[in-house]
């Protein structure tokens, strides 16, 4: 009987690393990719039965990464092993259609269970976070940080912030130089910012960037 297929993405090489000797003896770890692209490249090439990603990646979020995912197949299995254990993040996961929410500084058997959960078609959130996730959705709405932006404008932000120029961004998204900018622009008047700096200075807060 073959093992349950396993995508890593993660752009922290140790953690990687220590995730491939945690896993390996339960599941077929089919790669490790280390960025939200690469994440959706390899998931729609090798259509694991599970993929485990960070939410911080360079050139696209986790979470931006599984929305991309989920227009092509909507039953796509994402788990998140993230350092971000505040609850907005659990919510836009949950939002987004992840199958788990497990924190970095968890137990490692926490992420087996996670895994386990999701190919059973259930959901697994860390019992840590599970009791104020569930009291914080019964009374607000599933805002999350960014939640003010498109997808588009998520992904010209984390690329601005990683400091590239909006003729680079044009280029990775197949978009004009001038659609950046409008889009930037319209990022500063949704936001009430006015500057690149404050530009990136948000999206580092928000986790939209890795740091």
Known sequence: MSLPRVLLADDHRIVAEGLKSLLEAEF???????DGRAMVEAAKRLRPDVI??????PHLSGLDALAQ????DPNVRVVFLTMHGEVAYARRALAEGASGFVVKHSAPAELVLAIRAALAGKTYIAPALAGELFQATGRESLQHPGGELTPRQREILQLLAEGRSAKE???VLGISARTVEFHKYRMMETLGLHTNAELVHFAIKHGIVPI
Do not use: P, T
């Not at 077929?28 to 280390?34: I, M, R």
């Not at 485990?52 to 990646?57: F, R």
């Open 28 to 34: 077929d770890l089919v790669a490790v990719v280390e």
């Open 169 to 171: 961004i044009a280029a």
């Open 52 to 57: 485990v990603a960070d939410i911080s990646m």
């Open 69 to 72: 995912l989920k227009k092509d």
